[in-house]
């Protein structure tokens, strides 16, 4: 079973910028689809990007296409999320999450780390 942790959350400006990783340990990185998810007050937990095991092909929520880049060093056991352009209305708990299957719901995940903080000021 893998074992998940997040870092890089913090406060930002709208219009910023910020890079969240998440490390891996206890399994094999790379047999694992990745994902990151946000979480608001009050709000389901949404998909924003996910990424394929081998061959890194990534998937975006419509929100977040052009701004934000998800990616992954399997030789770090850590995979990315590089957040631009920063909206307000991002500010969230962000999750990343892992599965041997892929894909972009919230169910398709087995494993979540415990979620680091962004919060986007106006």
């Known amino acids: 079973q893998v074992q998940l942790v997040e870092s890089g959350g913090g406060l930002v400006q709208a219009g910023g910028s910020l890079r969240l990783s998440c490390a891996a340990s206890?399994?094999?990185?790379?047999?694992?689809?990745m994902g990151w998810f946000r979480q608001a007050p009050g709000k389901e937990r949404e998909f924003v990007a996910a990424?394929?095991?081998?061959?890194?092909?990534?998937a975006y929520a419509d929100s977040v296409k052009g701004r934000f880049t998800i990616s992954r060093d399997n030789a770090k056991n850590t995979v990315y999320l590089q957040m631009n352009s920063l909206k307000p209305e991002e500010t969230a708990v962000y999750y990343c999450a892992a599965s041997k299957r892929g894909g972009i719901s919230p169910g398709d995940y087995d494993t979540w780390g415990q979620g680091t903080q962004v919060t986007v000021s106006s």
């Open positions: 206890g399994s094999t990185f790379s047999r694992y689809a």
């Open positions: 990424i394929t095991r081998s061959y890194g092909n990534t």
